[in-house]
């Protein structure tokens, strides 16, 4: 995925990769755990399963295609391609969520904030994908599990 992330942002004209379009030094997980980075895990999945329809396409050119969309036509809508997108995100940000929080010991809690965070609040909250991936840290899966 580091490959195919790094080719996206150095080439696609996706209207979320605008802003952040340049070469590629390094990828960092702040990059993949934005909601600018649905996008580019939506043209991810769709290369990885050229089976599944990309029924979001009929709608939009890809390079007109926001977060926001995506998230919608997955959680409301039920798109299969939209939804592994919308999963893989929340798998992501829960893995670095957790990873924060080994850092810095938030015994008051995290606070999750962001447009695509609030798009993505009722499924945050009713799926345990975020969960078992911002607790997933090994020996120290209960110390994350208290905040």
Not at 95 to 102: C, K, M, P, Y
Not at 121 to 126: F, G, N, T, V, Y
């Amino acid at each position: 995925m580091v490959v195919f992330a790094r080719e996206f942002i150095e080439t696609s004209q996706n209207v979320e990769n605008l802003r952040a379009k340049a070469k590629v030094g390094r990828m960092s997980v702040e990059r993949m755990g934005a909601g600018p980075a649905i996008p580019m895990i939506y043209a991810f999945m769709k290369k990885k399963n050229p089976e599944m329809e990309a029924v979001l396409e009929k709608e939009k050119k890809f390079d007109d295609i926001v977060s926001k969309d995506i998230i919608i036509k997955g959680i409301r809508d039920k798109d299969p391609l939209c939804m592994k997108v919308v999963e893989k995100f929340v798998e992501i940000f829960g893995v670095e969520a957790g990873n924060s929080a080994l850092k810095s010991m938030p015994n008051g809690g995290i606070y999750l904030i962001g447009g695509a965070t609030n798009g993505i609040r009722d499924h945050l909250l009713s799926k345990d994908t975020f969960w078992k991936a911002f607790t997933n840290k090994g020996r120290l899966s209960d110390v994350v599990a208290s905040f």
